[in-house]
């Protein structure tokens, strides 16, 4: 059977299995909830410590480097036992926390050396807010099953560590702390630029986060209520829930395709002016897509794929808030910064398009023929304008790990 680089959520059960056969004394494989459709939620557990670290994959649909990364620092810990034992911990992966998402998203697979973007959109799937299992309701609000069987771990295990396992499309790699960890931040670039895997300069995600430039965020002292980022991410979260237990969480992002100048250090003249250009690629794409949207994600489509349209018609709706956000900030110096933005000003309507046009492929293909289209000429645009470098996924696992390993032994004290 031919393995996946980015493995389906069945491939994963069926490859952890086996890692557990090849070392038995070391390895478990345990169920530890189920999802909304009834999908299992594997848990695969290597040593036998006291303390825990948790690796969290798939809470994104879009989103599969990480459950590749679970399986390859598991099955690095089956090679090598020993590289456990300093830390005196048992490390467990949640291989994918979101199923029904990953199912949904499905299909694509990359092939190295040259797969394509526009390909890797026609499978796009990103849940709206409410269906991404990362994100807690505020009170009184009821979690998703897959969030509260996360939030159920995290209280069993107290861990001294939760790394979650994200991937980028195209961008640079970044990485946002719920505290500071001395030298954690620079082992963190210090592996980038061995892997040679640009950093985000100065990421959009985490508006209110402390920035430690390059690529590094910061939750500040006494952050609570009040996360400002227009995509609907608010202060309630799977990553906040387990500060009570001293827990120290890490995410970790990896691009697919790198866009080396998100990394560029040269001063911008008019910033206002670059702000100006790129809200208008994002508010112009988005009035195309409603031209030919119309009311069309308002119509009835096939239950199976009601997500997409949901997703799609929440991504086109905040589009202005997100431009409304960028004028809001203090004004960018460097060509790195807008060139994240203007990243963000062409993913948010490339999504849109990929997944209306999935949603309404059986009940209106002339509308999805219009949206492939422009799925085609903006995949072509972004490679032309930010010369796109395919991260082969051995790149984009590698960093996951190595930022996994490097973090853990500074928190856990050992070498």
Known sequence: MRTSLYPAVDELERRARALVRAAPGL????????????????????????????????????????????????????????????????????????????????????????????????????????????????????????????????????????????????????????????????????????????VDRHPVDGPDWRLDPPGVLVLPDGHGEGERDPSGFVAESTWFHPRRHGTLTTLI????????????????????????????????????????????????????????????????????SIVASWAAEPPGRFQGHFATRGISARRIPLRVAAMASRALARTDPRAAEILDDLVREWSRELEKTYDLRWMPVAVQTGLHVRTMLTTARLVCGGS
């Open 27 to 198: 390895l478990r494989l345990g169920q530890v909830g189920e999802s909304r459709a009834g999908r299992p939620l594997w848990l695969l557990s290597a040593g036998h410590g006291d303390r825990h670290i948790l690796s969290v994959a798939g809470a994104h649909a879009n989103e599969p480097v990480g459950g590749a990364s679970a399986l390859r620092l598991a099955a690095l810990f089956a090679r090598r036992p020993g590289l456990l034992e300093p830390l005196g911990c048992t490390w467990h992966f949640l291989l994918c926390l979101d199923p029904d998402g990953a199912h949904l998203a499905h299909g694509w697979q990359p092939e190295e050396p040259e797969p394509s973007l526009t390909e890797c959109h026609r499978y796009f799937y990103r849940p709206a807010f409410a269906r991404q299992p990362e994100s807690l309701p505020m009170p009184p609000g009821k979690p998703l099953p897959e969030s509260a069987a996360l939030v159920r771990l995290l209280d069993e295990l107290r861990p001294v560590a939760q790394f979650t396992l994200h991937g980028i499309e195209f961008g640079g790699a970044f990485v946002m702390m719920t505290r500071e960890v001395p030298g954690a931040a620079d082992d963190f670039r210090q592996t980038a630029a061995r892997l040679r895997v640009p």
């Open 253 to 320: 992002e990896t691009p697919a395709w790198a866009v080396p100048s998100v990394s560029d250090v040269r001063p911008v003249t008019d910033p206002d002016r670059e702000i100006a250009r790129l809200s208008e690629v994002l508010l112009g794409r988005s009035r195309e897509l409603t031209a030919v949207l119309g009311t069309r994600l308002e119509a009835a489509v096939p239950e199976d794929l009601a997500p997409l349209r949901d997703a799609a018609r929440e991504l086109l709706d905040v589009a202005p």
